[in-house]
C-alpha cells in the first residue's frame, strides 16, 4: 500500500513539474515581445504541448489575437496556432535532440486602446508540456489492454524510468566527448608548447651563432 502511495506521488509530482502558469501582456504589432520556454527533448520522442488561454486583467476576448509557435533549436518548425482562445493541444516527433521552444505572442487588435494607465491588456497563459511517457494517453491504453489501475501506473512508471536511463546515457556519451575533446585539446596544447620550445632554442642557438661570428669578423673577440 505504501508502495502505491509512493508511485502515485511520485506520477503526480512528473505531471505538475512540467505545468506553466504565467500573464501575457499584450503589444502593438510591430514589437517582438515574445514570451518562450524552451525544454530539452531527446531523440525520437513523442510531445504533446497543450496550452489554456483565457482573460486576463482588463482584457477583451477580440481586444487581443494571441499566437502560438512552437519550434526546435535546429530550426524545425511543429506548430503555428493562430488567434488562440480556449485550449489548443499540439503533439508531435521531434527526432533529433533538441530543446523544443514554445513562443507565446500577444497582439493588440487595432481599433483597441492599449490601457496603459490600467496595467496593460494581458491574457492569461497556462501551458503543460508532456514528453515521451508522459505524452501518451495511459487512460486508453488501460482500456485498450484490460489493465488494472496499479499495471497501468506500473507501465506509465517504466516508461519514465526508461526515458530517466535513456537521458543518463545520453549524458555519459555527451561527458564521453567532451572528455575526449579536451584530451585532443591538451594533447595539441602540449605539441604546440613543444614546438615552441624547439623553436626558441634553435633561435636562441642561432643568436649564439650569429653574434660571434659578427664578433670574429669585427675583431671584437
Given amino acids: ?10 506520477l503526480a509530482f512528473a505531471t505538475l513539474a512540467s505545468a506553466l502558469k504565467f500573464d501575457l501582456e499584450a ?3 510591430g514589437f517582438n515581445k515574445q514570451r518562450c520556454i524552451r525544454d530539452y527533448v531527446a531523440g525520437d520522442v513523442l510531445v504533446v504541448v497543450t496550452a489554456w488561454v483565457s482573460d486576463g486583467s482588463n482584457a477583451a476576448r477580440d481586444a487581443v489575437r494571441t499566437d502560438i509557435e512552437i519550434s526546435d533549436s535546429l530550426g524545425n518548425q511543429y506548430a503555428r496556432p493562430r488567434n488562440v482562445w480556449g485550449e489548443s493541444r499540439s503533439a508531435f516527433t521531434v527526432h533529433e535532440a533538441a530543446y523544443v521552444k514554445v513562443c507565446f505572442d500577444n497582439v493588440i487588435n487595432q481599433g483597441y486602446p492599449d490601457h496603459a494607465g490600467s496595467g496593460g491588456v494581458q491574457r492569461h497563459i ?16 488501460q482500456k485498450a489492454e484490460k489493465l488494472g489501475p496499479l499495471e497501468a501506473d506500473l507501465r506509465r512508471a517504466e516508461g519514465l524510468m526508461g526515458e530517466v536511463v535513456a537521458e543518463m546515457e545520453y549524458l555519459r556519451a555527451r561527458e564521453q566527448r567532451l572528455r575526449d575533446t579536451n584530451e585532443s585539446t591538451n594533447d595539441r596544447v602540449k605539441g604546440f608548447a613543444f614546438l615552441s620550445l624547439i623553436v626558441l632554442l634553435g633561435t636562441g642557438v642561432w643568436q649564439v651563432v650569429y653574434l660571434r661570428r659578427f664578433f670574429q669578423r669585427k675583431h671584437l673577440i
Fill in 1 to 10: 500500500m505504501q508502495f502505491t502511495y509512493l508511485l502515485n506521488g511520485l
Fill in 27 to 29: 503589444h502593438r504589432p
Fill in 126 to 141: 497556462e501551458l503543460d508540456v508532456d514528453i515521451g511517457a508522459d505524452a501518451l494517453d495511459w487512460s486508453a491504453i
